[in-house]
């Protein structure tokens, strides 16, 4: 009877305000994962990609994929980057492949800045890519499919947030979204986290928004959480109340007209 008490206490205190933890920041996980029901949203491109495109949807977090010095090495290079700019909002990206970099109210082209020819070395996009190969391998396991008819899609970038007041609709991160809406081509989302919540940052958790009470991924350092990017994946970060948060969102599509190239010194 104790037990039982102690098990429904258990259960009433994680499900408070129907918020539910999928994965803790400090468990460290091999791999976590949920399969959920498809939406409609693959359904045309099914015939087109066929063994990519989801047919078994979910979400996954792995832990131990990316090691604590490649995150070290990952979190040097965002910072040295968002160094060179930064939004006056709370949200900041920068995009290696397309050079995209936040600055003031808009954005900037990182690699026409002069600064950028010291602060990038090669050793920063080998580390870059070898992160990005890993997590590419570690989707097609997981969800079945073969590396080879899955592409990096845009857009791929590192991102910096804090709780400074948005400025422009770009630091408005918060807003329940599916991706697979904003960018059509995606068929597989996946994020590394560079910081930890509750030490680097509090709130800027992960939330899946689901009928039966939404659930979060708390951001831990290494920490790779991927999902398919149809509404079946409907989400949010909460917004970072303290500290700063940085990650790094790492996209797929099976559609070999929006794969996008490994960025390098010497950029397209
Ligand atoms: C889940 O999050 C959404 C978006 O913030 C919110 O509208 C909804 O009330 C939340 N659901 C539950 C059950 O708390």
């Known amino acids: 009877m104790l037990m039982m008490g102690g098990i429904m206490l258990i259960v009433y205190l994680s499900r408070r305000n129907d918020m539910i933890t999928f994965v803790k920041r400090e468990e ?21 990609f066929p063994g990519c495109v989801p047919k078994n949807c979910g979400r996954m977090v792995q ?15 965002a910072q040295r980057g ?20 936040s600055s003031g109210s808009t954005f900037v082209n990182i690699y026409k800045l002069e600064a950028s020819k010291r602060i990038f070395k090669n050793q920063d996009f080998l580390i870059y890519r070898h992160v990005k190969n890993k997590i590419h391998a570690a989707i097609a396991d997981h969800f079945g499919i073969s590396k080879e008819h899955l592409y990096l899609t845009h857009p791929t970038f590192f991102s910096r947030i804090t709780n400074k007041p948005a400025q422009t609709i770009h ?6 979204h599916v991706d697979k809406d904003t960018y059509e081509s995606f068929h597989y989302t996946s994020l590394l ?36 990017s149809g509404s ?24 070999p007209k929006h794969s996008i190239q490994d960025p390098s010194l010497t950029p397209q």
């Open 28 to 48: 460290e996980v091999e791999k976590k994962s949920v399969a959920v029901e498809c939406s409609k949203d693959y359904q045309e491109e099914l015939k087109h």
């Open 63 to 77: 832990d131990t994929i990316v090691t604590d010095s490649e995150v070290l090495a990952l979190l040097d290079i």
């Open 82 to 101: 968002l160094g060179l700019g930064g939004s006056t909002g709370g949200a900041s990206i920068l995009d290696l492949h397309s050079g995209a970099l």
């Open 171 to 176: 630091d408005e991160y918060w807003h329940p």
């Open 193 to 228: 986290y560079l910081t930890d919540y509750g030490f680097d940052f509090d709130g800027g958790r992960f939330i899946f928004v689901d009928k039966e009470g939404n659930k979060t991924v708390e951001p831990r350092r290494g920490r790779v959480s991927a999902f398919t």
């Open 232 to 255: 079946e994946n409907l989400h949010f970060v909460e917004k970072v109340s303290k500290g700063t948060r940085y990650a790094v969102t790492v996209s797929f599509t099976c559609d």
